[in-house]
């Protein structure tokens, strides 16, 4: 069994119409909520053993959060094919996952993760900025992994239920 965590980057900033879409930044509030996303991994005993993250400069803002409130030891790596990636390149990437690997997240965009959702794990209503969504896949190797695994949607967290009890 192997544990694909799927997290779409918090929540970015649109203040300066300037910035290329892959240049913008997260918000305070994108910042804070991915804090809290952190440590409900730690509290659920859900470190990964290796991230990878699209290449924008929100998602990477988000990395750097996650990396430092987890106090992670394990790899990170910034891939560019992540950036607004459709499933079956998310699928392809993970695909070349190494096998001793069982704990992987991909931090991206919608709608591409969204869909990989649905695809993998269960109808979903929304992914929202700084979702994290936990599926369960009956793999032993990443390299099994397609669009025709069915896996268990076991979590589905939100910033915004974590907030309330803050």
Do not use: C
């Amino acid at each position: 069994m192997k544990t694909l965590l799927l997290m779409r980057h918090a929540k970015s900033s649109w203040k300066n119409t300037d910035l290329a879409d892959h240049e913008r930044p997260l918000k305070k509030k994108g910042r804070k909520d991915t804090v809290l996303m952190a440590k409900q991994l730690k509290k659920k005993d859900l470190i990964p053993d290796l991230i990878y993250s699209s290449s924008a400069i929100r998602a990477t803002e988000t990395l750097e959060i996650l990396l430092d409130s987890l106090k992670f030891d394990g790899k990170a790596k910034v891939k560019d094919v992540l950036y607004m990636a459709e499933p079956d390149t998310i699928i392809d990437k993970i695909n070349s996952v190494n096998d001793d690997i069982d704990k992987l997240l991909i931090i991206g965009h919608n709608p591409g993760l969204e869909s990989l959702t649905q695809i993998l794990g269960d109808k979903i209503d929304a992914l929202p900025t700084g979702a994290i969504a936990v599926i369960v896949l009956p793999i032993n190797k990443w390299s099994e992994l397609n669009a025709e695994t069915e896996g268990e949607l076991a979590n589905l967290w939100t910033p915004a239920e974590f907030r309330k009890k803050d």
